[in-house]
């Protein structure tokens, strides 16, 4: 096990490729990130599948089928610019959805029926 | 609200399997804590590419080159998940590259010895991405949303990764005796690394009980490098092979297997960047993104001059 800390080149990367020689060009240029959202089948809502980099919308499109579709997970892709959507507020959570917890009349199980047309 | 409410929040959810998402509320140390995990990951799945794109050209068939480079780009595909599943927490992918090229980001260090021979590819996919696997099964149920949804994501993946090393390793089993010899190599140069790729012992891991308290992990280094050893040790029969260790024998009472002591200073030696191929790694990382600089800065002109045309009609 100790003679395993060793340099190996035979059968592996050389210097060259490597990068002992590349050049100090480092200059950081962002591609704006983007929103994937896949239709796995026809029928179905095209739902948020995870972001990734491109540089425009049609290579957004192609990185997307690159990683998110290599498995056949879909059939048509959306994507956005991740700046684009808004979204709510976790901590408003409460008073954004406390109409909708007060209505319980909004539920079929509300309503109390007889036995014979309880199926309705 | 005030910083104690906040926190018992926080941790009330934690506690309930309730899952921290994005512009939820967390403590500083709770999404450091998962910038560092998420992106080391992510770093991991990148560098993880050089060992197996070194066999690409020299796989002895094309139906071979084609299913390690299937397994290759699946494994870009891990890392742009956990980049983009750490970018959420307010890192810039930019920040996180750098921190992996100056060496204050680490990778996993399995990805530090070389790759000798075709018997390597069997030996990676089935140990490496073995040890990988049971790690990520428990990260699907880790306590923040993206990361535990990039796991599910990468799980569905990871079994082909591990079968056709296996299938590597069978082919060779049933072959010549320099194909067996050479299986068998290959098994006694990743063993030993393998378990260490689950971290030090539970009595020298710094930042576990923290991290299970806030479940981003679930499970120990030493539980998760037993579940392991027990899958490892039996599988290893149908090769007609054997595990480098001694040591290694069924132990009836604990239902599990005993095996050797772990060679602790060579993990450290090559966290310390001192293993095999250190150098080799994080140079062909820092080359590939160099190298692309043009093609970053073409794409983006492109980009900007279609607008622009657009914007004109
Ligand atoms: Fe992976
Ligand atoms: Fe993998």
Redesign the pocket.
Known sequence: MNNLIKKYFYGDYGEIEAGSNASNNNKNIAWPLWEVFIRSKQGLDHKHVGSLHAADEQMAIENARDVYTRRNEGVSIWVVESKYITASNPEEAGELYEPAVNKIYRHPTFYKLPDEVDYM | MELKKLEEIFQHKIDNEIKIEPKDWMPEAYRKTNIRQISQHAHSEVV?MLPEGNWITRAPSLKRKAILLA?IQ??AG?GLYLYSAAETLGISRDEMIEQLHSGRAKYSSIFNYPTLTWADMGAIGWLV?GA?IINQVMLCRTSYGPYARGMVRICK??SF?QRQGFEILYVLSQGTDAQKAMCQDAINRWWWPSLMMFGPTDAESSNSEQSMLWKIKRKSNDELRQQFVDMIAEQVKVLGMTLPDADLKWNETKKHYDFGAINWNEFWNVVKGNGPCNKQRLNARIAAHQNGAWVREAAIAYAEKQKNKHKAA
């Open positions: 993880g397994k699946d494994e891990h991405d990988a993946e990871e990764h």
